[in-house]
């Protein structure tokens, strides 16, 4: 549903539009993914094993389920900018999975020949360390070229209320890539990076129509911002259409002005889940239930208002035939559960960094005890440094520090001197990391929605013997380790090496 006020869209002016043979209307400023679910299209495909009805679950690069057909190329939604006249349909997965339909081809698949361009910085990701990190180099005298795959900077900051040197930090993001621009820095949106290792780096834009564009980068050093991935949350039926990941449903308030229903619990123990609940009754949502899996929050801890809190309870089941209509709650030590009437759910997970980039720069996935999550080891190497939350940094403070000092460890050994650049005023606290959760309850649970794995998916593979799949899937390994009683970083040793 499209919210009244609010988001960074143009109300303006509507954009009509197609998606599997009906016709939605948007605005400038959203993208195929954000205009599906101001229109109410909660089912966007169906699993590619299960075939299992399936909506947006994460509104970010990574989007597990919405992935579609443009003009005989498969696409995710939330690559796409909304444009007039756009007309898109749902991509058989289970047909590209068994074998490449002969109609479709892939994202990155063009006749023409590559751009080609060269910088001494090759900055990915446009998100607070990676324009920190622009900064840096470009002040230091280098060239830089900042891509980054979204329409617009700021990565996460565009779904949070955070403040960054006192502006909001949508404001601050566009402010600084402006400010770059002026430098000289080349700032390219719409940009995806598809291959880092070896002499170039490969990337395909997105045009307008949805048309690829290759290019060719020959950059001296690297850096790397790519971000993380929040993942769902492990109980029965967590993959039904209308549960989406809290920071999804954040970015869709916040960035589009809209919402994936008009009664959204909210499923976490930590700040995050409670600061979604506030931002949902502040934008006039219903919260029918805060669902605290743990004792409760903290003494001095804030609680949206009005917002029943239930603490010591887990999510026992859902229902809904083609979305979510309620959910099955139970309060630990109970045998029985209660439904609870629901649009949709924000689950508040833990947070993945997207490390396939690092990989092919010679990384391999390392787990951290201290922050409970694979991070890049090492986090820097020959003419290449990882930034931001892929390398760890938790809160907004961090994610520019860190950015920064990414410049600064590529461009030393390249001859420059990195300037000082003073942080602007951020948030420096995050919430202290944890392990993911599991319902340890009867009913088919996702680990791995792009997949379609299963927790009994995990435990039959582990079995027999067979290596998990690759890139490290943190939810699939904790699991594992809960059920076999092996370290996580012994199974990690097991996976399969490929990507």
Not at 144 to 153: G, N
Not at 212 to 222: G, N, S, T, V
Not at 281 to 290: K, Q, R, T, Y
Not at 366 to 376: A, E, I, K, N
Request: aromatic share 4%; with cysteine; charged share 25%.
């Amino acid at each position: 549903m499209r919210l009244e006020t609010g988001g960074l869209i143009d109300r303006t002016t509507r954009i009509s539009f197609r998606f599997a043979g009906r016709t939605c209307h948007g605005h400038p400023g959203d993208t195929l993914a954000s205009a599906l679910l101001a229109a109410g299209v909660r089912v966007v495909g169906r699993s590619p094993i299960y075939r299992r009805p399936r909506g947006l679950a994460r509104l970010e690069p990574e989007e597990p389920n919405g992935v579609v057909v443009v003009k005989g190329r498969a696409i995710r939604a939330t690559e796409l900018v909304l444009s007039e006249g756009l007309d898109a349909s749902p991509l058989d997965r289970s047909a590209w999975r068994i074998g490449r339909r002969a109609d479709v081809r892939a994202p990155d698949e063009t006749s023409a020949d590559p751009e080609e361009t060269s910088c001494d910085v090759l900055v990915v990701g446009a998100g607070p360390a990676g324009l920190m990190a622009a900064r840096a180099a470009a002040e230091a005298g280098a060239s830089v070229l900042l891509v980054e795959a979204d329409a617009r900077p700021g990565g996460y900051l565009l779904g949070e209320r955070e403040t960054v040197g006192g502006k909001s930090g949508a404001d601050w993001a566009a402010e600084e890539a402006e400010r770059l621009s002026q430098q000289g820095v080349q700032v390219r949106f719409g940009i995806r990076v598809t291959t880092a290792g070896g002499d170039r780096v490969r990337a395909v834009e997105r045009l307008p129509d949805g048309t690829p564009r290759l290019w060719r980068i020959d950059a001296r050093a690297l850096v790397l911002a790519c971000g993380a991935s929040e993942e769902p949350e492990v109980f029965p039926g967590n993959d039904r259409p209308g549960i989406l990941s809290a920071a999804a449903v954040r970015m869709a308030l916040h960035r589009f002005g809209a919402a994936p229903g008009a009664r959204i619990a909210v499923y976490g123990d930590g700040r995050e889940a409670r600061r979604t609940a506030i931002d949902l009754v502040a934008a006039g949502i219903e919260v029918p239930a805060l669902i605290d899996p743990s004792y409760g929050p903290p003494d001095g801890a804030d609680l949206p208002e009005g917002v029943p809190l239930l603490t010591d309870t887990e999510i026992a089941g859902t229902r809904g035939r083609r979305g979510l209509t309620a959910l099955l709650l139970m309060k630990r030590g109970e045998t029985r559960s209660r439904p609870l009437r629901v649009d949709a759910l924000a689950v508040s997970g833990t947070w993945a960094p997207r490390l396939t980039l690092a990989r092919e720069r010679g990384a391999t996935p390392g787990w951290s005890r201290d922050l409970m999550m694979f991070l890049p080891q090492p986090a820097a190497g020959p003419g290449w440094a990882a930034a931001g939350a892929m390398a760890g940094a938790g809160s907004t403070g961090e994610c520019l520090a860190s950015g920064r000092d990414a410049a600064r460890a590529v461009l030393e050994p390249l001859g420059w001197m990195a300037a000082d650049v003073p942080l602007p005023q951020a948030p420096a606290e995050a919430d202290p990391p944890r392990p993911p959760r599991f319902v340890p309850l009867k009913g088919r649970a996702f680990v791995d929605l792009a997949r379609d794995m299963t927790t009994a998916d995990v435990r039959s593979l582990a079995s027999k013997g067979r290596a998990l799949p690759a890139p490290p899937s943190l939810l699939a390994l904790s699991y594992l380790s809960q059920a076999s009683g092996m370290g996580i970083e012994e199974l990690a040793a097991k996976m399969d090496p490929g990507t």
